[in-house]
């Protein structure tokens, strides 16, 4: 019994010293620089390594598993670490990295081992890539010929307007009408507020009001992005032969009508000219046969009713010749 004692406290006192002896590394993330990680950017993560234990764990392996592609880590991905040879000792190792510009944003994760002596410890590295949005729209619409007609070809212009904080890429625009010709346009790339001309040419085959689906896609920071809109278009009905055939008639009518009435106003023109003239050679001898043969016609006139008689005579007389003139101007 008390051999048994005796073993248990030897037993005891080796596991103690074992336990005393035992091998610990541990490796902790302690700065990310800068804290905000951009599209493009270049970054720094600094990695401490401490023995926790109170032995030499010889040498040491911190290594970095198949990190993603959107990345570029300049030093080699197996750090070889010494120097950490007693209890709470550290090391420090940096490692600089790179983030495409064709990277998506959003949170990306590194897996690391610790090796040391029969030891392997597993770690994460995890940090968050942030990227700016794009938003795209239709900012204006045009066609020429403005007012299109049935059989007209349409070359219609979108213009495509970048309102957001990044720059959109590959911008491509597909309107799904059903006419010959294009439907599909590329723009290539927008920054922010920048805008570019979509420029789609078709034959409108039908005449109406049309509602055309728009599709616009684009990648941005955080990849491809579609925006799905509509537009109107107003085609007008293509105009008949007839209408300019019945103009045609009437002009050649009011024409016809217009010589017409020349000739015939001319020709009484000169009838009355030709009459006026027969009036103006009558001169004063004339005139007095005429009243004296107006004597003769009226045998009871009193004197005071022939003097009005011959006034009114004299002025039919001036009239015909003021008419007379004026046909000769």
Known sequence: MKSKIIFIFVFYIFLIGFVSASYCVTAEVADISPSSIEVGEEFTIGIQIENCGTEDPGLIYFELLNPPIDISIKEPLIIDISGLNYANSERFITYHIKVDEHASPGTYVIKTTLSYKNSVRNYNISFDVIGEKAELGIASLKTNPILPKEGDTVELTMRVENTGDGTAKSIEVYMDHPFQGLKQSFIGALNSDEDGPAVLTFVVEDYGEFEFPVIISYYDDFGKKEIETKINLDVLKKESNIGTILI????????????????????????????????????REELKELSKKSLKKFPKETQKERLERVK???RKEEFKREILAKYKK
């Not at 024409?255 to 009355?272: E, L, N, P, Q, S």
């Not at 027969?278 to 001169?283: A, H, I, M, S």
Request: charged share 25%; net charge positive.
């Open 312 to 314: 009114k005579e004299r």
């Open 248 to 283: 045609v008639i009437l002009i050649i009518l009011v024409f016809g009508f217009g010589i017409y009435y020349f000739v015939k106003t001319k020709r009484a023109k000169d009838r009355t000219i030709h009459q006026l003239l027969q009036g103006e050679n009558l001169n």
